[in-house]
Each structure stands twice: as structure tokens, then as C-alpha cells.
């Protein structure tokens, strides 16, 4: 069946570099993308969303970009801290379909101070 | 802090019993979400419950049922225990069932089964 996944499972990156955490995904009808951030012993926390109308939408240090072409998603993280230390996943929506979404796999994010 | 807590924190129980999970949505939050997150399958949802109704279903097993209460309140309900289902178990609300698709997420509970 149709997926989302993610490239990396680990990512190290050195506090104050910019991070950039990719999610490929497989459904050519998902209309709605969400990133989500769980810190160890926590519940994922929800960051940044997009809609597939939209190419790039940013947040508070955070910018999420789509590729419709290609079904690629990305999350940059801008002057990354120890506190952004987390797994990040994407979840998607297909269009048409309940607003439940498929979340991705996850990948690790370790910011070296 | 999410608003949405859930009880108990841990649970450690051995194969072949029953346990309950209790899920308080945020304040205003209508609609509950159940989700298991184990290493090998990541975060999978298990069934969504809006204003006391169920309103969708994902890879719950049969051995598994859940409620919603008039007071919104959630109940996950695990029977005939497996090893296998050794997992976090998180529970998630959101005002309502469209988009804008924030859902605000507890901090799990961990279920071990022996």
C-alpha cells in the first residue's frame, strides 16, 4: 500500500547549523502534510503544516517545503539547538479521505553544543 | 504541557489480561484519537472517537475497543494481552475533525506486557 517515509533515521548536526530533515511520501492524493516533533518521554508535538496548494510555509525557525513533482517533503530547521533534539515525523492526509493521518517512520535529530 | 493527560503513566501486566487506558481530551476538544507506537511500527492510529461517536478506524485489533464518554473523556480498553502489544499507547484531541489539523497529543502511556 502507499506510504510515508523518510530518507534519513539519523541526522547529527552541530548547534547553530541549519537542519534539514527529508520525508518522501508515496500518494499522489495527499492534499495535507504535517511535521511533528517528540522529544524523548513526550507525546509528538505538532510544528509546522502545509497544504498541497502552498510549495513552502514557514514558522518560528522552521520552513517547510513541498515537492509535488517529485512527492517530497522537507523540514529546515534554522540555527538548530540542543533543545531541537528530537524524532521528527511527517504525517499526511489523502484528499477525499478522513482527517486521520499516515504518519512517517521518523527521524532522529542529535544537535551536537 | 499539551492539556491532554492520560492515565496510567506505566502499566506492566502479563499476557492473557485486561487493562483500561484513560485519556482526558484538552478542555474544548471534541474529538480523541487513539495511537500505538512501538520501535518496529512506528506511530500507528487506532480509532477516533468525535463528540461520543466513533468517526474512524485504523489497525485496531478486535481485542481492543475503546469509548467516549459525555464528559469526552476516552477509555482504551486492551483484552487478552500479547506480548506483542507492548507499546506507548498516546491519545490526541483536536476541536473538531477538519482542517486545520492540529491534534495536541498526551504523554503516552507505557504498557509492558510480560
Known amino acids: 500500500g502507499e506510504s510515508v517515509g523518510l530518507h534519513l533515521p539519523t541526522l547529527s548536526v552541530q548547534e547553530g547549523d541549519n537542519s534539514i530533515i527529508n520525508c518522501a511520501y508515496s500518494?499522489?492524493?495527499?492534499?495535507?502534510f504535517i511535521w511533528y516533533k517528540q522529544e524523548s518521554g513526550k507525546g509528538p508535538q505538532f510544528i509546522i503544516d502545509i497544504r498541497s496548494n502552498m510549495d513552502k510555509r514557514q514558522g518560528q525557525r522552521v520552513t517547510v517545503l513541498l515537492n509535488k513533482t517529485v512527492k517530497h517533503l522537507s523540514l529546515q530547521i534554522a540555527a538548530t539547538q540542543p533543545g531541537d533534539s528530537a524524532v521528527y515525523f511527517c504525517a499526511e492526509k489523502s484528499a477525499g479521505g478522513s482527517y486521520i493521518p499516515t504518519f512517517g517512520r521518523g527521524t532522529s535529530l542529535i544537535v551536537h553544543p | 504541557d499539551s492539556g491532554v493527560t492520560q492515565t496510567p503513566k506505566h502499566l506492566i501486566t502479563a499476557t492473557g489480561q485486561r487493562v483500561t487506558l484513560r485519556c482526558s481530551p484538552r478542555?474544548?476538544?471534541?474529538?480523541v484519537y487513539w495511537y500505538q507506537q512501538s520501535l518496529d511500527q512506528g506511530l500507528q492510529f487506532l480509532i477516533q472517537y468525535y463528540n461520543g461517536e466513533e468517526r474512524a478506524k485504523g489497525n485496531i485489533l478486535e481485542r481492543f475497543s475503546a469509548q467516549q464518554f459525555p464528559d469526552l473523556h476516552s477509555e482504551l480498553n486492551l483484552s487478552s494481552l500479547e506480548l506483542g502489544d507492548s507499546a506507548l499507547y498516546f491519545c490526541?484531541?483536536?476541536?473538531?475533525?477538519?482542517?486545520?489539523?492540529?491534534?495536541?497529543f498526551g504523554p503516552g502511556t507505557r504498557l509492558t506486557v510480560t
Open positions: 490526541a484531541s483536536s476541536p473538531g475533525t477538519g482542517l486545520p489539523y492540529e491534534q495536541y
Open positions: 478542555s474544548g476538544d471534541l474529538s
Open positions: 500518494n499522489s492524493a495527499s492534499d495535507y
